[in-house]
T-cell receptor, first 114, second 111 residues
């Protein structure tokens, strides 16, 4: 099976712009979670989607939003970008079955806000 | 407050040597604990997952231990290789599906 894919891998934007990141989960996985990773804060949970519904949400402002499509692909949108939004954005998928409900991460999208 | 703390923040060792990374947590109710390896610029990759009843779990040269009483875990790397250079992240899952991440230990292995 192909792994989790994320596009684009790198992105440069300026303050005030908006951006959309895409994540394709492993085939058959219906849960997609998004994380922000910065050197100082580590990995922080943004939100989780399952069967097109947001199931969990982290503590991020409303500028961060997401959605999931019927094929389980997910997009994350950040509006009115700020310098502090520069980070590695990771998505992870899970099939929500099995003993551990393991998550598999994609390679991430490196967002730089100038 | 649910928290996961890792130590040391960074570590430099010579190729062939062993090392141990630590993870202390104050998370409840505990579901499982995971160790991930993250190469620079890549997504984390799972090394081990342990539940409350599992004290030790190995994955090749990686051995994780869990002491649920003291809420401590360690990741031991045996006979380190250059490819072990990465960040190692401890993650504690609580309430079945909620994750708390440690800030990681950055390991550098030099020849």
């Amino acid at each position: 099976k192909a792994g989790v894919t994320q596009t684009p891998r790198y992105l440069i934007k300026t303050r005030g712009q908006q951006v959309t990141l895409s994540c394709s989960p492993i085939s058959g996985h219906r849960s997609v979670s998004w994380y922000q990773q910065t050197p100082g804060q580590g990995l922080q949970f943004l939100f989780e989607y399952f069967s097109e519904t947001q199931r969990n949400k982290g503590n991020f402002p409303g500028r961060f939003s997401g959605r999931q499509f019927s094929n389980s692909r997910s997009e994350m949108n950040v509006s009115t970008l700020e310098l502090g939004d520069s980070a590695l954005y990771l998505c992870a998928s899970s099939d929500q079955t099995g003993r551990y409900n393991e998550q598999f991460f994609g390679p991430g999208t490196r967002l730089t806000v100038l | 407050k649910n928290q996961v703390e890792q130590s040391p923040q960074s570590l430099i060792i010579l190729e062939g040597k062993n090392c141990t990374l630590q993870c202390n947590y104050t998370v409840s109710p505990f579901s499982n604990l995971r160790w991930y390896k993250q190469d620079t610029g890549r997504g984390p990759v799972s090394l081990t997952i342990m539940t409350f009843s599992e004290n030790t779990k190995s994955n090749g040269r990686y051995t994780a231990t869990l002491d649920a009483d003291t809420k401590q875990s360690s990741l031991h790397i045996t006979a380190s290789q250059l490819s072990d250079s990465a960040s190692y992240i401890c993650v504690v899952v609580y309430n079945t599906d909620k994750l708390i991440f440690g800030t990681g230990t950055r390991l550098q292995v030099f020849p």
